[in-house]
């Protein structure tokens, strides 16, 4: 009962550290304001990081079904969104006061945290499709945005500390990115069959084209990587498709 309360109450705090974040504003930036301070090229429109309402949302729904939830490695996950949850509300700080080495550190801790989540979720098998959904398809989806913010979390950094990024130019460095976000993205489909998280680079490639439309160079290396994933997801509905028949 404890780790039950315990997902609620740090739920709670999360969401409120982040709503203060905008409202506020923490140290008097805006997540806008900060992220308008460097010039990245890995860098999704405005509107990609609305996905933060949906994996919020999706934490609300878990937070008040896990109650409910008695599956093997229950109490495990509870514990590692708790850490999760901490982490995400460190990170905010951290990053609205702009320490962004301590902020890098704190998203490669939720990184790794939501893999071991990942791998100890895929081996539950669901009774029924709001399970799946507040769970395997949750952190799915949050795994996948978190994978993404840590390559621009990164980005960002190295430009705050004027690392020449092996004498690459920042467009080269970006589609360097692009491209392993890409890869990232087949490798899970392939070894998962994990569309949500494949959907969600899919939609970070697509802002990242918007953001950057008329910038040539890079607008038709991310549009060549959004297809060819676009492709490959379609290719492998088709094949679990016939397979499940």
Do not use: E
């Not at 896990?66 to 495990?76: A, E, G, I």
């Not at 009774?127 to 959904?133: F, I, T």
Request: net charge positive; proline share 2%; hydrophobic share 55%.
């Amino acid at each position: 009962m404890i780790l039950k309360i315990s997902v609620i109450s740090t739920t709670i705090f999360t969401l409120t550290v982040n709503l203060l974040s905008v409202l506020l504003p923490i140290n008097n930036l805006t997540p806008q304001q900060i992220t308008d301070l460097f010039f990245v090229f890995f860098r999704p429109a405005n509107y990609v990081f609305g996905i933060w309402f949906i994996i919020y949302i999706l934490l609300i729904g878990y937070s008040i079904k896990q109650f409910d939830l008695d599956y093997p490695h229950s109490n495990k996950i509870r514990f590692l969104v708790i850490v999760i949850n901490l982490l995400n509300s460190f990170w905010v700080i951290a990053w609205h006061y702009l320490r962004f080495d301590l902020g890098i550190l704190l998203m490669f801790l939720i990184l790794i945290s939501l893999i071991i989540t990942y791998k100890t979720m895929v081996r539950i098998s669901f009774r029924n499709k709001l399970s799946s959904l507040l769970l395997k398809n949750f952190f799915s989806i949050y795994l996948g945005w978190i994978c993404v913010a840590t390559i621009a979390n990164v980005s960002i950094y190295l430009v705050t500390i004027n690392w020449n990024r092996l004498s690459l130019n920042s467009l080269y460095w970006a589609i360097i990115m692009i491209v392993i976000s890409t890869v990232i993205g087949i490798l899970f489909l392939s070894k998962y069959r994990d569309f949500y998280f494949t959907l969600v680079i899919l939609w970070s490639l697509i802002g990242i084209a918007y953001q950057f439309q008329n910038f040539q160079n890079l607008f038709v290396p991310t549009v060549v990587c959004i297809l060819l994933l676009s492709f490959y997801t379609l290719h492998k509905v088709f094949v679990y498709s016939v397979v499940s028949k």
